[in-house]
Structure formats: structure tokens, C-alpha cells
DNA sequence: AGCGAATTGTCTACGGGATAGACACTCCGC
DNA sequence: GCGGAGTGTCTATCCCGTAGACAATTCGCT
């Protein structure tokens, strides 16, 4: 059983972080669907051929790196909470809040959402995994207890999230992480009592 | 003669990239002296075994990635000139100065001198590179033909660009380049009246 | 439309670099 | 003076990256 090849190892990993790296850099450059895939291995200085041992082209590199960065949004969002801990958002602070300080560390990722040819998907996908988060990993209390349609709450205060990412992004990160932080707490608090982690 | 192990491969250039990009990260992260050769390796995914193949210790690492830094600078300021062609301080414009260019695309690595505990010798030797540069590819024509010992000249103008970069960074790029630059050239118009490149 | 250049996707054989692991040693905090 | 972490060196193994060829397709240009 041991004789498959891996599909994983530190190597390959390695060689894959490297040409997403490179893709991520050259559609800032030259727009997604003007990038090819010998472009991808001259600027990351690997041999054309051994693109084609990890990836079956472009798409495959494109949709393996965003998946990836989503995924990695996903893990990193529960991490300061205690799984069925309550927390109220009126003592909510920065630290505990590190989304967005994922999104800050991968800002060469994240910034893809203001170029136009960008990578496929990733307008479509990133709110709607910030929507998924919301849905699997928190529940949430109104203020008073006011009842409402806990699926809408949830997306609409997930899409509310998801437009202040993007002006943040947009505007460069001109804000800066704690002062973000503070502003999206800010307006947590005027709607929300409290939520609790349930689980990754 | 083709018996010896090449010191230098695309494979041995990328990988000793990776670890020169990884040890700039941690210098910003904590400290030039607080990095260990483990960090090194754990930030790239690389084993601990590979970097001693490619260096003796991080002294020797932090060497080459300075060498190779400083001597890409030398390389880069010269390419948009003829050799021996005279150049205009009065026309002089944005595509024609590309050592800033050069320090803005490697700002990552520029970055490191706003840091204390930083690269060894990038503190000394950015300047001296700068001169260097000054003395060696370029020779200069005061306004009027105004008499000067050029050495001092060169000196004093290096190392009057070299105050304005280090503001530059220091102020984290809030100036555009195109704007740097500009206010470089009005500098440079009020004591140069030509200048010719003379070679590499 | 039609040519030549560039890119693509696939394949092969080769070898060099990356790997895991062990070892003795130094250094430092407790 | 103990234990843990990092260092520098060394082995043996082998996987991943390499160069190169190939036909097919697409692109840029006139």
C-alpha cells in the first residue's frame, strides 16, 4: 500500500506554494488569462516540465490556489475560540479576531480581488466561504434576544462582513488591522449579544 | 575540468533564494541575532540538512544575501543609458532612473534597514554601494562647468541620494515612486548640468 | 488566408539535490 | 548541574526536478 506515490510531501508542497506564488504575482502583472504556463516557470525557476508533474495546466493551479487560501481562511477563524464558549461581542477585542488578520498576512493573495482578469472564482467564492463560516463554525445570539431567521441573520451579517474586507482590500490596507478590527467590532456590537464557536 | 560539482544550477540559485527570502522575513519578524538556522529552514520547508549543503552557518547566508542584493543594484542603475552618451539633467525623467525602481520592486528586502537588530553591514554598505556606483559607471558635469574636486562631488551627491532613500523607506513608500523620483531629479537639477554613463 | 513563432501537453532517461536520521557538541534557562 | 534546543557534520537513499524531443495547437503578423 505504501507503494502509491505520494500525493503529498514536504517537497512537492514546497514546489506548489512556489508556483502559486508565481501565478498570484503574474496576474497582478499581466491579467489571469494572459499568463501561460511558461511564464509560471520562468519567474518561479522551475523547468516547464515540472509543471506538468503537479498540475494538468493553469486552471488546475488556479483553482488548487484559491481553494487552498479558503481553506486555510476556514482553519485559522476558530482558533483563539473555546469550542461552546459564549462570547460576548462587548468584550470582543483584537486578538480575538485573527479573520482578518489572516487576510492581512495574505495580502498578496487577498489583493487578487482588485484586478480585473483575475483568478476565476475568487469573487464568486471568497463571500461565500465567509457565509460558510458563519453558518458551520458560530451561532449567534440578537441583542434582547430579538427572534429573526437565524439563516438570514447569518448572511446577511456575513455579506456585511464581506463588503468591509473589500473596501479595506480596495483601499489598500490604508486602515490599519487593529483600526479595521475595531470598526467591524464596533458594528458587531449593534446587532449582535453574543456567539459562541461550535466546532471547525 | 567539468569533473567539479557546479556552484551554481538553477535548482542551487532557487533554493538559495528561498532561504535569503526567508531569513529577510525573520530579520523583520525577530531579530537578526534570534534567527536560528532552524527558523530558516522551517519558514522555507526546507531540511536542516540542505542548508548546511548550501551555506556554513546564517553569517554566511546573511553575506550572500547582501552581496547579491547590493550587486544587483550596480547592475540595474546603468541599463537605460548608452555608454558615453551625454545626458541632459534637464530632460531627465522617470524611465531614465531606475536605481529607484530597482530599491522599489526589492523593497521587501530594502525594508530591512528600518529594523535595529538587522542584515550585518546593509547599514554601511548600502551607501558605500551607492557611491561605488557613482564613482564607477558614471561621470559628471557641474552647471556652468563650475569647478569641483569630483570626488568630493561624487561623494556628496551619493550620499545625498542615499539620505533621500532612507527617508523614502523609512516612510514606507508613502511617497509614489513616480513622485520620489521627481523630487530626485529637481535635486539633481540644482547642481548637476549633465552626467554620461561610462560603463558596467 | 497563411506563414512562422510561441505555447502546449506528453514522454523519456538521467542525476543532482533534498531527505531522514544519527552523532557529539555547545549554549542557556531553570 | 540538569534538560532542552540549536549547531555542525556525516551518511545512505531516492525522489523530484532536469533537459530534450515531439506533434499539435494557438498566436501574432502581414
Redesign the interface.
Known amino acids: 500500500m505504501n507503494s502509491d506515490k505520494a500525493a503529498t510531501s ?1 517537497r512537492r ?2 514546489t506548489n ?2 508556483l502559486k506564488s508565481a501565478l498570484t504575482k503574474l496576474i497582478k502583472e499581466k491579467g489571469f488569462h494572459a499568463v501561460t504556463v511558461k511564464d509560471i516557470v520562468d519567474y ?4 516547464r516540465s515540472t509543471f506538468y508533474a503537479h498540475y494538468q495546466d493553469k486552471f488546475e493551479l488556479a483553482e488548487d490556489l484559491l481553494t487552498s487560501m479558503l481553506h486555510g481562511l476556514e482553519i485559522a477563524v476558530g482558533q483563539p475560540y473555546v469550542t461552546g464558549q459564549k462570547v460576548y461581542t462587548e468584550k470582543l477585542n483584537v486578538p480575538s479576531f485573527n479573520i482578518v488578520a489572516y487576510i492581512y498576512e495574505h495580502r498578496d493573495f487577498f489583493e487578487l480581488i482588485k484586478y480585473g482578469d483575475t483568478l476565476p472564482g475568487l469573487l464568486a467564492e471568497f463571500p461565500q466561504t465567509i457565509l460558510k463560516i458563519y453558518r458551520e463554525q458560530f451561532t449567534f445570539e440578537t441583542i434582547n434576544n430579538i427572534p429573526v431567521n437565524m439563516d438570514y441573520f447569518k448572511r446577511y451579517t456575513a455579506y456585511g462582513f464581506y463588503g468591509l474586507v473589500l473596501n479595506w482590500i480596495r483601499q489598500d490596507f490604508k486602515e490599519s488591522k487593529e483600526a479595521f478590527i475595531h470598526e467591524v467590532i464596533d458594528l458587531t456590537k449593534t446587532h449582535m449579544y453574543s456567539f459562541k464557536y461550535v466546532g471547525k
Open positions: 514536504p508542497d514546497r506554494d512556489h518561479a525557476a522551475y523547468n
